[in-house]
């Protein structure tokens, strides 16, 4: 594997990882659906003007709507829910959640795309990462935080609408290069996310300036706008079309890993052994989705 590639791979575990812990700092403080528009707007402009400043923006008839339906499913749907599944249900569970990802777009690829075989190894990887993520599930820690049945069927309905995204974009014509994709539908999620948050009625719920510009709130929303948005959607989009899509969403098994452990060290979360069990099931997990996966047959026609 390239180290670009290896490079990429890293940014959509690590930092994704740990985007978890930073969206609870924030939702904490500052209504979920303001916070998600603002994050991914701003997130979007700067991409969309960097790749304008490069000279390297092209928009192919199409690719707009392309963009705006992703933005929709990928952003406004999955960070709606994520954000404020994340006000009732701690940041490791949320994270733990998502890694229902792969499955989703494992039988998607299996019965709508067909472009993946199973075999017994990778069937084995998705057990033994789905064993593994439960087993978190079962010990992450709440930090006095509730957890809500309806949240997490939320944060389950935002995984379907990522993982439908996915696969989606396989057959939409999009914005190219992969940065002018990545900033289109996050400032179109973005601004769609911010119209439900004054639906909501948030903007009269909003925090004093002198509270949103706490240094943990600042650090948290560069975090997720720089480290989370820019670095790492544009390296998974770049990874959706040059590998496997079923190897790309093998992130959503480290994430849960990161996120606890970022957890543990930085909002004094312990893990205990039960859990080191359940890390090591969703890394042998990692490994034998990522080696087991087999491309589909094409099909030869036959001519008469």
Same mark, same amino acid.
């Given at each position: ?14 930092? !994704?990882? #740990?985007?978890? &812990?930073?969206? *609870?700092? +924030?939702?904490?403080?500052? /209504?979920?659906?303001?916070? $998600? @528009? ?123 609408? !990522?993982? #439908?995204?996915? &696969?989606?974009? *396989?057959? +939409?014509?999009?914005?190219? /290069?992969?940065?002018?994709? $990545? @900033? ?121």
């Amino acid at each position: 594997m390239s180290i670009r590639r290896l490079l990429a791979y890293g940014a959509i575990y690590f930092l !994704w990882g #740990g985007s978890f &812990l930073g969206i *609870r700092e +924030l939702v904490a403080v500052v /209504p979920p659906f303001f916070a $998600a @528009g603002f994050r991914f707007t701003l997130a979007g402009l700067l991409l969309v003007g960097y790749s304008h400043l490069r000279g390297r923006a092209e928009m192919p008839r199409g690719s707009l709507v392309g963009a705006s339906t992703l933005g929709f499913i990928m952003f406004t749907l999955m960070y709606a829910a994520l954000f404020w599944g994340e006000i009732l249900v701690p940041s490791g569970i949320a994270a733990v959640i998502s890694a229902m990802i792969p499955v989703w777009i494992f039988i998607g690829e299996l019965a709508i795309l067909r472009t993946q075989r199973a075999t017994l190894l990778s069937v084995a990887g998705i057990v033994l990462g789905f064993a593994g993520v439960v087993v978190l599930a079962w010990q992450a820690p709440v930090s006095g935080i509730r957890t809500s049945t309806l949240a997490v069927l939320v944060l389950i309905g935002g995984t379907l609408c !990522w993982s #439908g995204g996915t &696969l989606l974009s *396989r057959r +939409l014509t999009l914005p190219r /290069p992969q940065t002018l994709n $990545a @900033g289109w539908q996050m400032a179109i999620g973005g601004a769609l996310l911010l119209l439900l948050s004054a639906a909501a009625g948030e903007m009269r719920r909003l925090p004093p300036l002198s509270v949103l510009l706490r240094p943990t709130l600042v650090f948290s929303m560069a975090y997720l706008i720089f480290a989370a948005s820019i670095v790492s959607f544009t390296c998974y989009v770049w990874l959706i079309a040059h590998e496997p899509v079923t190897r790309v969403s093998s992130y959503a098994y480290v994430n849960p890993v990161i996120a606890l452990l970022a957890g543990a060290v930085l909002a004094g979360e312990r893990l205990s052994a039960f859990q080191l069990i359940g890390v090591l099931l969703v890394l042998a997990g990692v490994f034998a989705t990522l080696t087991g996966k087999q491309v589909a047959p094409v099909k030869k026609s036959v001519t008469v």
